[in-house]
């Protein structure tokens, strides 16, 4: 009989649990959402850019309404807050530094037209849309001839590493309630240090608005 580590068994059944690198700021996501929530760790990854956009994966084109944020460079972690009655994302994560969040503000959207969402390098969206492109012209969908699978895209809520077919690979998400508009959201630290960016899908059970941090000071405010 095979014997499999504990990491990949805990990878196989959702259950890995956020790092120390993540926990200070998950734990904050978490108390801004005024119900419990599930800390779900998605991956541990270095982008290929340190530039990301916020946006479904399954209909990204050229002219998308919103630029590229820049990150810092290096690992990242990806965490997905889940609510509890339903199981699905209300909240998803890239995390950079692990620190005492202070202030932020939007930075973005998300336009959800199938359900999904995601987080996206220059490189990454370029290959999206080719590969969207090319599927049109031979008369398949993007959905139902590749994302379609069980390990992709194929459960109805789903938090992970979604692949292209030359390997790489990048952050999807089920989003919250389904379609619609979306906050992207820059969180930084007291000293000015970029911390996070998340994509808010349920907001806060209690107000019914999206999590939003204060508003950073700058300059002579």
Do not use: H
């Not at 734990?27 to 998605?42: F, N, T």
């Not at 290959?127 to 069980?150: C, E, I, K, T, V």
């Not at 809520?157 to 992207?184: C, E, I, K, N, Q």
């Amino acid at each position: 009989m095979r014997s499999w580590p504990l990491a990949a068994l805990l990878a196989l059944w959702g259950l890995i649990p956020v790092g120390a690198s993540a926990r200070q700021v998950a734990d904050w996501l978490v108390a801004q959402s005024g119900a419990p929530r599930e800390i779900r760790q998605v991956a541990r990854f270095t982008p290929d850019s340190p530039k990301i956009l916020g946006a479904d994966p399954l209909t990204y084109a050229p002219g998308y309404p919103f630029d590229f944020i820049a990150i810092p460079p290096g690992p990242v972690e990806v965490v997905a807050l889940l609510e509890p009655v339903e199981g699905r994302v209300a909240l998803a994560a890239m995390i950079f530094v692990n620190a005492a969040p202070a202030c932020g503000g939007e930075a973005g959207a998300i336009w959800v037209d199938s359900g999904t969402a995601s987080f996206l390098t220059p490189a990454t969206a370029a290959s999206l849309n080719a590969m969207r492109q090319d599927y049109q012209q031979r008369g398949l969908n993007l959905y139902d001839d590749y994302f379609a699978d069980p390990a992709q895209m194929g459960d109805s809520v789903f938090a992970r590493m979604l692949t292209l077919p030359d390997g790489s690979a990048f952050p999807g998400f089920s989003s919250g309630w389904g379609d619609g508009a979306y906050p992207v959201v820059t969180l930084y630290d007291a000293q000015g240090k970029m911390l996070a960016l998340y994509a808010d899908f349920i907001g806060n059970d209690q107000t019914e608005g999206f999590i939003l941090p204060p508003p950073c000071q700058t300059a002579g405010t």
